[in-house]
């Protein structure tokens, strides 16, 4: 059973459009949740985290919103750029077991020109 | 920045075949990690190890051992290798505290034939 969903295998986005990218997941007692990028044939790459204390965290063009009654999170980009084009990873855990992450199965995000 | 090497990019191996897959890192990470990456199931965790010669069954461990004789380096390894052992295998460290956040090796993409 997964506890963490991304349930969008695929979204497309025009440059410059925001994106929006989901995740939900089932465990509540998750409180912590990251984001990560991943290019072909590269490991994922960090990008934005968040705990469960805030319900959102901006770091630059990336904004990722955390809604703990709706067991959600999502990841905002604007605007949207053709290098963005990735596939994108949200992964949670609990601070007491801060080693293990749980993968989602990963979005794949493109930007068009 | 905290770099984590992964022996090989690409390997062919035959069924039957005992694999080492190796993983370095440089800045005296705690954390270990062995994932593989499966298209629509996203990254899943094979093994982890929090110290040396220490380890920990990940969600899927069935097939593959591991070792971690010294800190910075820990292998995976597939004891007979099989064709749905096919797959990209991710290499991961973090430090046991601070902030929590992976950082991932390039990745080695294992075909078993």
């Known amino acids: 059973d997964q506890q963490v969903k991304q349930n969008s295998p695929s979204l497309s986005v025009q440059e410059g459009r925001i994106s929006i990218l989901n995740c939900d997941y089932t465990n509540s007692m998750f409180d912590y949740f990251l984001w990560y990028k991943k290019y072909p044939a590269e490991g994922p790459t960090f990008l934005i985290s968040?705990?469960?204390?805030?319900d959102k965290n901006e770091d630059g063009r990336f904004t990722v919103f955390l809604n703990k009654s709706a067991k959600h999170l999502s990841l905002h980009i604007v605007p949207s750029q053709p290098g963005d084009s990735a596939v994108y990873f949200c992964?949670?855990?609990?601070?007491?077991?801060?080693?293990?992450?749980?993968f989602g199965s990963g979005t794949r995000l493109l930007v068009r020109p | 920045d905290v770099k984590v090497t992964q022996s090989s990019r690409y390997l062919v191996k035959r069924t039957g075949e005992k694999v080492f897959l190796e993983c370095v890192q440089d800045m005296d990470h705690e954390n270990m990690f062995w994932y593989r990456q499966d298209p629509g199931l996203g990254l899943r965790l094979i093994y982890f190890s929090y110290d040396v010669k220490m380890k920990e069954k990940g969600d899927i461990p069935e097939g593959y051992s591991v070792s971690r004789e010294k800190k910075e380096r820990f292998s995976l390894i597939l004891e007979s290798a099989s064709t749905n052992q096919t797959s990209m295998y991710l290499c991961?460290?973090?430090?046991?505290?601070?902030?929590?956040?992976?950082?991932f090796g390039s990745g080695t993409r294992l075909t078993v034939v």
């Open positions: 991961a460290s973090s430090p046991l505290t601070g902030e929590i956040r992976d950082t």
């Open positions: 968040i705990s469960s204390i805030k």
């Open positions: 992964a949670a855990t609990t601070m007491d077991s801060s080693y293990k992450l749980i």
